[in-house]
């Protein structure tokens, strides 16, 4: 039977609080997340501001047991999916993180030394955009080229997949139990991403809309009513123009 490898591809954040500025260099040094001036530039402008950001971002993660969680859940998630898989076959379930240890080299590599004769790369990221998902395959197929590998698959975009969407609709049926859908406003919040990408056709909004739609339409299944629902976005740094409204000034409206 052929040993299949699935790979959980994600951002990857700090394990220790020395680690954070390396992240943030890493984060920063990547031209599809943010354009810092000339491309000659990104390097030492990512140095600069990942210095200067540093001590407030660690501030930030001490107060959540100095580290992100991210690595933790996203490995809870290979685990769970590892289990599910096993009926249908010889698979093994890797993570690879983008900015991180352990870097999506090392979840190839690892998958190689264990045989796999077939690997699928699955974004965590349900909605594409050149700045996370396209960035996570570019460095996916980088090192995949490296081997030779007879199947390689990629999962790059499930926005709208059914089981997301059940998802999202059972979270948010778990959280208004037993309230009136007047008296709440349900409030969509994304990671923003620069106009600039979109105009350049990044399909990252056309799918949160597409995402924000799909989890609509399931909640007219089980309430009687549906809330006042907005989409914001959040997490908008530099002094390009960004997605909006953001997320703070949404909920002050």
């Known amino acids: 039977m052929k040993k299949k490898a699935v790979i959980l591809l994600n951002l990857g954040g700090p394990d220790s609080l020395a680690a954070v500025r390396p992240f943030l260099y890493n984060l920063f040094s990547d031209r599809e997340i943010i354009r810092l001036g000339p491309s000659f530039m990104q390097k030492p402008l990512a140095f600069l501001i990942s210095t200067i950001r540093t001590p407030k971002t660690r501030k930030a993660y001490s107060l959540i047991g100095g580290r992100s969680p991210i690595l933790q859940i996203t490995r809870m998630q290979a685990e769970k999916l590892h289990r599910a898989l096993e009926p249908h076959g010889e698979f093994k379930v890797y993570v690879g993180m983008k900015y991180w240890h352990p870097f999506i080299k090392d979840a190839i ?100 809309h597409g995402t924000v739609e799909a989890i609509v339409n399931a909640l007219k299944d089980s309430i009687q009513e549906i809330p006042v629902y907005s989409i914001s976005y959040q997490s908008r740094t530099g002094p390009v123009k960004w997605l909006g409204p953001s997320t703070d000034e949404e909920i002050i409206r």
């Open 109 to 208: 590599r690892e998958a190689i030394e264990d045989g796999a004769e077939m690997i699928i790369g699955l974004s965590l990221y349900p909605q594409y955009s050149k700045a996370t998902t396209g960035s996570t395959k570019r460095d996916f197929d980088y090192e995949i080229a490296k081997h030779r590998i007879p199947v390689v698959r990629f999962i790059k975009s499930w926005y709208n997949h059914p089981l997301y969407i059940q998802a999202m609709k059972e979270l948010i049926l778990e959280k208004i139990r037993g309230l009136d859908t007047k008296d709440f406003h349900l409030l969509f919040s994304a990671h923003s991403l620069p106009v600039s990408f979109i105009k350049e056709g990044d399909p990252y909004e056309k799918e949160i």
